[in-house]
């Protein structure tokens, strides 16, 4: 089994669920440290800089703080805190479906993010459960996108870790999707539907090419309900959208999908219409004990 390099241990500490984020300096000619700051982050001030030095929450990765005036130095690696003025709340719960000594499997809502990302950092699944748990090296070994709820993996064990991820790299994982979608009587169901997919544009957007197939995924009818139908997905690969894609290229585009197949305003804060997408289950036998795992979300569509 391939072994993945674990990171080094981190020289601040965990701070109200947040873990500092870290910089590789690149090459270039600075004068000092904070002449660098100020030009890779233009939106942060000067003086928030040297005042986030002065606390001493700007070091280098041995710990050792670095001040406005520190040489600049490439391939340093540097570490701060990340900080937003303010954040909106979003009044969805996480719930916690199993832990052990290695793993913690969350069952994550609508809208709330895995990791903190441009204008999310507390209001994200992984700093509320290491606020709720205290589990500082708690890392998500897979994701899902912030409009899909559903079963997400941990690892907070870092000898492990490497060994859970590989599962996801290898394809080991049994990943069941389900989604409410138009009808559609003139599919024959199942299928597999296969496709190329490339990054698209806008730069957030995948799109289906002509080519090999990079993509997979078997479509089953679950229920057709009034209006819709519920649809079980399994993803046989795991590129950016697929589910998304697929569907949309079928003709029954998940609804309140604001992406595909037409790119729809951004609803901003608007919490009210969610997309009917769901990570309902994931099974895989335990790299280390051998054992069969199976989780599945308690939500419903």
């Given amino acids: 089994m391939m072994q993945l390099r674990q990171p080094l241990p981190a020289p601040l500490p965990v701070i109200d669920g947040v873990a500092p984020s870290y910089l590789w300096l690149p090459a270039g000619e600075w004068p000092d440290l904070l002449s660098f700051l100020e030009q890779r982050f233009p939106a942060i001030s000067s003086a928030i800089w040297v005042a986030r030095m002065a606390r001493g929450e700007v070091v280098d990765g041995d ?9 600049y130095r490439c391939g340093m690696r540097i570490f701060y805190y990340r900080e937003l003025p303010a954040e909106t709340p979003i009044p969805f719960e996480a719930s916690i479906l199993y832990q052990d000594e290695r793993i913690l499997v969350a069952d994550k809502p609508h809208f709330l993010p895995v990791i903190p990302s441009g ?7 992984l700093v509320r ?32 870790r490497g060994a859970y991820q590989s599962l996801f790299q290898q394809r080991l994982v049994d990943k069941t999707y389900e989604a409410l979608a138009p009808s559609a009587p003139e599919l024959v169901l199942p299928l597999i539907y296969r496709s190329r997919m490339v990054e698209g544009t806008p730069f957030f957007r995948m799109q289906e090419v002509a080519g090999e197939p990079n993509s997979e995924t078997r479509i089953e009818l679950i229920e057709q309900r009034e209006t819709c139908s519920r649809y079980r997905l399994r993803p046989l690969t795991g590129k950016k959208h697929q589910l998304r894609v697929h569907l949309a290229a079928l003709g029954i585009p998940i609804i309140n999908d604001a992406f595909y197949p037409e790119v729809h305003p951004c609803k901003g804060d608007d919490l009210s219409a ?28």
């Fill in 129 to 160: 459960l290491k606020k709720q748990t205290g589990l500082a090296d708690l890392t998500p070994i897979h994701r899902l996108d912030r409009e899909t709820a559903g079963v997400v993996i941990f690892s907070h064990d870092m000898a492990s």
């Fill in 274 to 301: 969610p997309l009917k997408l769901l990570a309902r289950e994931i099974a895989f036998v335990d790299p280390l004990d051998g054992r069969r795992r199976h989780f599945a979300s308690q939500r419903e569509l």
């Fill in 119 to 125: 204008r999310f950092l507390h209001e994200t699944l």
């Fill in 63 to 71: 710990g050792v703080r670095l001040a406005p005036d520190s040489p």
